[in-house]
């Protein structure tokens, strides 16, 4: 089936899956920072960084303070920062990697005359070093990913570290956006340069590593269908044993959780996972009341992860094949945002995945059905009133 079902993906998006990838999982910060500063510190010739949160910490200094060394040692650091998503950052980092040399650009800057902008953010995280080695996935650059979700200051996250010739694709999604930060809707400009084409990965000179196949997608902002939309839609209409997501935040319109209803019905398994207790915004959890009751009558398992923000990002579809990356089962990421994710068929890689869920399961609730609906009339209230603007979450 993952073959049949590969080629209708591949087909509805137009994209190849690109194999001779080494595809590294890394779960929480302790995995994933340790990585993507020996990455940054080891780049001889240029690092293409972009990121929609960088915050404040320890770590925020020091991934700053590695991209300023590189840049000082000849290295050419372009870093590209969300205007909304980043707006925390300290700005003498910014300072600090600018004297140093290090390029630093926001994208869509939240004071700006094209208002009708400031709406639709980059939500991609993606760093490639040398065109050789690439990151991608869920995680920011703030203390909140420190550490190993051991507690609810650390939060838990999944990130990849990626090898091959994909590594060219990804490098694709940090210069969709960075071209544009550069003046490229001007009339007058012509932002790729010569200093941007030397440093852009071809396909031929980035040698196979390994036995992965991955399928890099690009997903934009749009008022119509994303591609990030149509492959979840395609992935619940096709599904035929499982459906396993993760997510920071659900927040399902009504049609997708009627998707999911009817692949129940056809017997397909349902699981769910997304933030409780802690979650970090609480008006997704409130948008998706009513959703959240009519898969819980369908007969899907959503569990809350309680131990910390959970902010893991992936969908797995019969055992066979993964979505993972930037995006977000909800509107935001759906229509709003643009997002940077990788489908595989790599089966130890996506048994990986499906361990790493079952292990979340020990800290985290199964929702209750009669529970869930029994909650107050002042709580429903709330909820109808948070679907009003649902497309925010």
């Not at 209803?261 to 609480?282: C, Y």
Request: net charge positive; aromatic share 8%.
């Amino acid at each position: 089936m993952s073959s049949d079902l590969a080629g209708r993906v591949s087909g509805l998006l137009g994209l190849p899956f690109i194999p001779g990838n080494r595809v590294t999982l890394l779960k929480n910060g302790d995995a994933i920072f340790p990585k993507m500063l020996e990455a940054i510190r080891a780049a001889e010739r240029h690092i293409e960084f972009c990121t929609f949160v960088y915050w404040t910490g320890p770590i925020a200094t020091e991934v700053a303070m590695a991209l300023r060394e590189r840049a000082q040692s000849g290295v050419r650091v372009r870093v590209l920062l969300d205007g909304f998503g980043a707006n925390k950052m300290r700005r003498r980092l910014v300072r600090k990697m600018r004297d140093a040399g290090v390029e630093v650009r926001w994208f869509r800057p939240l004071l700006s005359w094209r208002f009708w902008q400031i709406d639709n953010r980059t939500h991609r995280k993606i760093l490639v070093c040398d065109g050789r080695v690439a990151f991608t996935g869920g995680v920011g650059v703030a203390e909140e990913w420190q550490g190993d979700a051991r507690n609810p200051s650390e939060w838990r996250d999944t990130h990849f570290r990626i090898e091959g010739p994909a590594v060219v694709s990804i490098q694709a999604g940090f210069w969709n956006n960075w071209l544009e930060a550069s003046g490229g809707l001007a009339a007058d400009t012509l932002p790729v340069n010569p200093e941007v084409s030397r440093d852009i990965a071809r396909p031929d000179d980035v040698p196979k590593v390994g036995g992965t196949r991955l399928l890099v997608m690009r997903s934009n902002a749009t008022t119509r269908w994303s591609d990030v939309a149509s492959l979840m839609s395609l992935f619940m209409a096709d599904a035929e044993k499982k459906i396993v997501i993760s997510t920071a935040y659900f927040a399902p319109a009504e049609a997708t959780a009627n998707a999911l209803a009817r692949a129940i019905r056809r017997g397909v398994d349902v699981e769910i996972m997304f933030p409780g207790q802690h979650a970090d915004k609480r008006l997704s959890h409130l948008a998706s009341g009513w959703e959240i009751e009519r898969l819980l009558d369908a007969g899907a398992k959503l569990w809350r992860y309680e131990r910390t923000m959970y902010h893991v990002k992936s969908m797995i579809v019969d055992d066979e094949l993964a979505l993972v990356g930037s995006a977000n089962f909800n509107h935001r990421s759906w229509m709003k945002d643009d997002e940077l994710c990788a489908v595989t068929d790599d089966a130890d890689l996506i048994a990986q995945l499906r361990r790493d869920f079952d292990d979340d399961c020990r800290h985290a609730t199964l929702m209750d059905r009669d529970c869930h609906a029994a909650r107050s009339a002042g709580r429903r209230i709330t909820e109808s009133l948070a679907r009003i603007i649902r497309v925010q979450t």
